[in-house]
């Protein structure tokens, strides 16, 4: 059996929730995942997955001052920074989950919508919310799902400018019949999907791995595992290519 190792990019003691990513994965065919930002596990690794987090990204990155972020971890972000390094250089499978499409993005020169005016449609909720995403024509979406797919929303912040390599592969348009949206100036669309044109890295605003277990209907979990058995198809190739 092919022992394929997964880096969860993230503080080993982190409080963050990181069941779901270990259950999916498992539940795949990872044979172990760790959480780590030592460097030397980012090379050891067939695939790496930049999680979800309650910590926001230093906007100093991408040059502005601080205008709705949250609890800014610095070392978190450097250490991110440094796993992305290797994972180009050695072209590792790199799947990034909400907070984690944010940082891919502002790693390729990106930006982001610190806090968006539509925040109340996509913050988390128990149990969680849904709403639908549009797929791009042509793009890996749209193969996988067709015209449209129903996600989970766990999020107060976006995807801004689009860093330099990287496809919108689908979106959220905001569908609101209230007059809300208009009156309180939402975002028309947010991005929710964004793959690299050279690099295997993809990048999630939602969370697949969450869905194949709290997804509420089969469809819904269903379309979480599709996506984590793209991901894991993608690294297993990578495993077997490489070693």
């Known amino acids: ?5 997964i880096l969860l990019a993230d503080k080993e003691g982190a ?6 990513y270990v259950m999916a994965l498992k539940d795949l065919g990872a044979w172990d995942v760790r959480l780590s930002l030592d460097p030397k596990r980012a090379e050891d690794a067939d695939g790496i997955i930049v999680p979800g987090s309650y910590n926001d990204i230093n906007p100093a990155i991408w ?5 709705g972020a949250v609890k800014i971890d610095d070392e978190l972000d450097e250490g991110q920074r440094n796993i992305l390094d290797i994972a180009c250089e050695k072209e590792i499978p790199v799947l990034g989950m909400c907070r984690g499409i ?3 993005n502002v790693y390729f020169g990106g930006s982001i919508n610190q806090h968006l005016k539509a925040a109340e449609a ?13 797929t791009t024509p042509g793009t890996f979406m749209e193969k996988l799902y067709g015209e449209s797919l129903m996600v989970n929303s766990r999020h107060h912040q976006a995807v801004g400018r689009v860093g330099e390599g990287l496809q919108v592969a689908a979106r959220w348009v905001c569908e609101d019949t209230t007059g809300r949206a208009e009156k309180e100036g939402w975002e028309k669309e947010v991005v929710d999907v964004l793959v690299h044109e050279s690099h295997p890295i993809i990048g999630l605003q939602w969370h697949p791995e969450r869905m194949m ?3 509420i209907t089969e469809e819904r979990k269903a379309t ?5 058995e793209y991901y894991m198809d993608m690294v297993r190739k990578y495993h077997a290519e490489s070693r």
């Not at 059996?1 to 190792?5: E, K, P």
């Not at 409080?15 to 779901?20: G, H, L, M, S, T």
């Not at 040059?63 to 205008?67: A, R």
């Open 102 to 104: 944010q940082f891919i």
């Open 224 to 228: 979480g595992r599709k996506m984590m």
């Open 213 to 215: 277990y709290t997804g």
């Open 63 to 67: 040059g502005e001052e601080v205008c």
């Open 122 to 134: 996509h913050t988390a909720r128990t149990p969680d919310r849904f709403h639908k995403l549009h």
């Open 15 to 20: 409080i963050n929730d990181f069941e779901y």
């Open 1 to 5: 059996m092919d022992r394929i190792n």
